[in-house]
């Protein structure tokens, strides 16, 4: 599977990352965000939130699960958080694969799913926090495979 590892020296690189990928982001596609609790999840979903509806400071949807977005673009982007989630057989009624039929979505916690994996899906694993250096490891399966250079930084 390609694997692209970037070093992410300060917030900011994390937004740029996430500008990045909202550049190659679009309809069906789903980005899962692994990484312990700190690690950058919600500020990397933030900076593609941001770039693809102009929202800034989207809150984190740790209550909700799920926030749904118009992308600018016409397409709904979900950006959800499966920490909460205390079943896996309650991920359907969050509506995560009807929105993957016309949009995107951003997924943070998803060890909390781990049989919910569909083919074509980009795998971020952030790791690091305070006093370490932030790492992104970025993993692309299918149609992922051929975007993930225009990912790097
Ligand atoms: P998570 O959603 O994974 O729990 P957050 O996105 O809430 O983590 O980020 C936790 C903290 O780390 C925030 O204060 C954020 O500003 C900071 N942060 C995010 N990315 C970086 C980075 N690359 N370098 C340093 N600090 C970062
Ligand atoms: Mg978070």
Do not use: C
Request: no cysteine; net charge negative; charged share 25%.
């Amino acid at each position: 599977m390609p694997a692209l590892t970037l070093t992410l020296t300060d917030e900011a690189a994390t937004a740029r990352l996430g500008a990045r990928l909202a550049a190659v982001l679009g309809p069906g596609d789903l980005v899962l965000l692994f990484g312990d609790l700190g690690a950058g999840k919600t500020t990397l979903a933030r900076a593609v939130i941001e770039a693809l509806t102009g929202e800034a400071d989207a809150p984190s949807p740790t209550y909700t699960l799920v926030q749904v977005y118009d992308a600018n673009a016409g397409w709904p982007l979900a950006h959800a958080d499966l920490y909460r989630l205390d079943d896996e057989a309650e991920l359907d009624e969050l509506g995560l694969d009807e929105i993957l039929e016309d949009g995107a979505a951003l997924v943070e916690w998803p060890g909390h799913a781990p049989n919910w994996r569909p083919a074509s899906r980009l795998e971020v694993r952030l790791t690091g926090g305070a006093d370490e250096p932030r790492i992104a490891v970025l993993e692309g399966f299918e149609t992922w495979e051929d975007r993930l250079d225009r990912l790097a930084g």
